[in-house]
């Protein structure tokens, strides 16, 4: 870390809060009412859950802020995972006997549609003085004070590196206040301090690829990370989106958009996230993709030097290489960003009911 950078932002942050003491108490006050309400879903809370437990624990993230109606997502997430293991993975996130690190890579494994935002959101809320929270400020503002190793993308933060950096986070906490600063009580205040202070300074770097996974496991989170988020794209535009459907007889697809057209039928959208394994797997399977007529698109998703070796393998197959496209890991990326900060924008003007 840069502490010299770390001691100027705290030496702002202080006269900031000296000048505006109602308005960051209040804020404050907030998140941590919330961590407090957090903090009574203990392990039976959790493994008894209802769904509407499952609302109330998640719709007021700031992970959510995103979506306009928030049931509509919590309820398909229920739908996608199972009420059950729901509860089971929430409780174990918490509370299991294993590493941090171990219970994080296990939820990761296990449920779909919920990332690294929303996870150690709720952990940082629960265990404030443990686990740090992690988004896309957290990462600008750990960026500009230089700690060091800090991932570029979720398919990056696994358990072993999201407890490195909740320690880093402790480390910031006992720094501060080793300076005389104690307006750092603990990692909600840290995350309050990055949000208010530090993140706005990010000079964004210039756009490069996905870096290529190292190991299995690293290759499987970044193929459920990519995945996750175009289905969430697809939400975002009004499709039915879904992962891991069957759409034709032995075509299994990562992702689906789906659209019907009044009672003329159904318009599917499929695509396939190659991080890892055989190309002749991946062309295959949106070949029998297309034996569904309702598939009108059919797309291979990965990075730009596996793309290039598919469009080789794709070029003398005639019944496919017209017709299937191409997108980037990095590019679904840019447009889940983008779409997540405009989807913020305009909830906030509150437009739609929350009970819609």
């Known amino acids: 870390m840069n502490e010299k950078k770390f001691l100027s932002y705290l ?3 202080h006269q900031w809060l000296t000048d505006r003491q ?3 108490k209040e804020e404050l006050a907030e998140r941590e009412a919330y961590a407090k ?17 499952v609302y109330n624990l998640l719709s007021p993230l700031w992970a959510m802020a995103m979506w306009g109606n928030k049931h509509y997502k919590i309820d398909n997430l229920i739908e996608t995972n199972s009420l059950e293991l729901i509860r089971a993975q929430f409780a174990n996130l918490l509370y299991g006997k294993d590493s941090l690190a171990k219970r994080w890579d296990e939820f990761r494994q296990k449920i779909k549609g919920i990332g690294p935002g929303i996870m150690s959101e709720v952990l940082n809320k629960a265990f404030p003085n443990d686990c740090i929270l992690w988004n896309s400020k957290t990462k600008n503002g750990f960026t500009i004070l230089e700690v060091p190793n800090t991932p570029k993308y979720d398919s990056a933060m696994d358990g072993k590196m999201y407890a490195y950096l909740s320690e880093c986070g402790k480390k910031m906490l006992d720094y501060a206040k080793s300076k005389g600063y104690h307006d750092l009580e603990n990692l909600i205040a840290l995350d309050y301090f990055i949000w208010q202070e530090v993140q706005a300074d990010i000079n964004e770097p210039e756009t490069t690829d996905v870096e290529a996974p190292k190991t299995k496991k690293e290759s499987n989170f970044v193929h459920n990370d990519i995945r996750d988020k175009i289905k969430e794209i697809g939400e975002c535009l009004g499709f039915k989106a879904t992962t891991e459907v069957t759409v034709a007889n032995g075509a299994r697809v990562d992702a689906v958009w789906e659209v019907s057209i009044g009672n003329m039928g159904r318009i599917i959208y499929v695509f396939e996230v190659q991080t890892s394994g055989s190309i002749d797997s991946l062309i295959l399977n949106l070949m029998k993709a297309k034996n569904n007529k309702a598939v009108q698109g059919i797309v291979a998703v990965s990075d730009s030097e596996q793309i290039e070796k598919i469009r080789k393998e794709v070029e003398s197959l005639d019944d496919i290489k017209k017709d299937i496209k191409y997108w980037d890991y ?27």
């Open 11 to 13: 030496e702002q942050y």
């Open 22 to 24: 109602g308005k960051a």
């Open 37 to 53: 309400e957090m903090q009574k879903y203990d392990k039976k809370h959790l493994l008894n859950m209802t769904a509407e437990d």
């Open 330 to 356: 990095t590019e679904v990326l840019e447009v889940h960003e983008a779409l997540q900060k405009a989807n913020e924008s305009i909830n906030k003007l509150g437009l739609v009911p929350v009970s819609l």
